[in-house]
């Protein structure tokens, strides 16, 4: 019943823009930490970033300073502000939920709940 839906996804030129959007559905949203992964082609889950409950952001340094992440607990939605958008950076995003991270926000295993992805493809 739980359910991660990203979406905001598409095709972008180098430098420009992007936001991405997680509406969650069927678990207490404000308990929960959430957190950005991206997979491109031929590799693992690369961590992006996360936002904990009370607030305190985390950024991988291939994105800090032109990514920014929030959550709004009222409409239960987590968002990816992306900007001077990079070709490194195509991949699917997923959006996740953790109860207890533990310190670890980087880590996929720590996350209990997964979306199915959104593409973002920047082109040069």
């Known amino acids: 019943q739980v359910q991660l839906v990203e979406s905001g996804g598409g095709s972008v030129q180098a430098g420009g823009s992007l936001r991405l959007s997680c509406a969650a559905s069927?678990?207490?949203?404000?308990?929960?930490?959430m957190g950005w992964f991206r997979q491109a082609p031929g590799k693992d889950h690369e961590w992006v970033a996360s936002?904990?409950?009370?607030?305190?952001?985390y950024y991988s340094d291939s994105v800090k300073g032109r990514f920014t992440i929030s959550r709004d607990n009222t409409k239960k939605s987590l968002y990816l502000q992306m900007n001077s958008l990079k070709l490194e950076d195509t991949a699917m995003y997923y959006c996740a939920a953790g109860l207890w991270l533990g310190n670890r926000w980087s880590i996929p295993t720590q996350y209990n709940f997964w979306g199915q992805g959104t593409q973002v493809t920047v082109s040069s």
């Open positions: 936002i904990l409950i009370d607030g305190t952001t």
């Open positions: 069927g678990l207490a949203y404000d308990v929960y930490n």
